[in-house]
Structure formats: structure tokens, C-alpha cells
Nanobody, 126 residues
Framework: QVQLVESGGGLVQAGGSLRLSCAAS????????MGWFRQAPGKEREFVTV????????RYVDSVKGRFTISNDNANNTVYLQMNSLKPEDTAVYYC???????????????????WGQGTQVTVSS
């Protein structure tokens, strides 16, 4: 079993920055994939970004390209999401997710992931 715990959410003004963390514990997978999703009230869960466990491959949704950066610290089983130039439309609950294998095609759908964190709220005020 894998446990994922997110932290780092909060309230920030537009243009500000936050860094989310996702710590994984329990069983680990050497070829896993880590993703971040978000869900705003009344909307479906949306793909944000994904990284291979080696860190060599990433993919971002167009709306965050150039503003968000995903990275991982394998020694500490932690994935980070650095969010800069935040906008009110980035307001959502952010979830990290783990897929217990690598990918040939970027896994953009929630159903592709095996484990989920509890989520952390990000609120961007205008």
C-alpha cells in the first residue's frame, strides 16, 4: 500500500507563488509516475502535470506551462509542484497521484493512476 500526503496549499494573491509537496510512503515503485491534478468546485478533476520517477520526462497542461514546474526528490520520495504567477483560475483542490509503472504515453486521465492523496486547497485571490 502507498500513502500520499500533500502539503503547501494556502491563500495567495494573484501573481504570487506556492510550492506544493507530495510525500510518498509505504510501498515504492522504481518505475512509477507521479502526477498532479486539480479540481475546482463544480468541475471535473483536471490533469495539471506529470513526471516520470527518474525526472527525465514531464508534461503540463497548456494553461500552466511556463508558470508551474514539477520536480521530484527520489531520496525522500517526494514530488514538488512549484506554482508561480498564480491566477484566480488556478483556485482548486490539488491532488497528487501515483501510477505504479512508467508511461509510454503521458497518463492524463485520473483513472490511469493507482493511488491518490487527500488533496490540498489552493486559493488565489484577485
Amino acid at each position: 500500500q502507498v500513502q500520499l500526503v500533500e502539503s503547501g496549499g494556502g491563500l495567495v494573491q494573484a501573481g504570487g507563488s506556492l510550492r506544493l509537496s507530495c510525500a510518498a510512503s509505504g510501498r515504492t515503485f522504481s518505475r512509477s509516475t507521479m502526477g498532479w491534478f486539480r479540481q475546482a468546485p463544480g468541475k471535473e478533476r483536471e490533469f495539471v502535470t506529470v513526471v516520470s520517477w527518474s525526472g527525465g520526462r514531464t508534461r503540463y497542461v497548456d494553461s500552466v506551462k511556463g508558470r508551474f514546474t514539477i520536480s521530484n526528490d527520489n531520496a525522500n520520495n517526494t514530488v514538488y509542484l512549484q506554482m508561480n504567477s498564480l491566477k484566480p483560475e488556478d483556485t482548486a483542490v490539488y491532488y497528487c497521484a501515483l501510477k505504479a509503472e512508467t508511461w509510454l504515453v503521458p497518463p492524463l486521465q485520473p483513472a490511469a493512476y493507482d493511488y491518490w492523496g487527500q488533496g490540498t486547497q489552493v486559493t488565489v485571490s484577485s
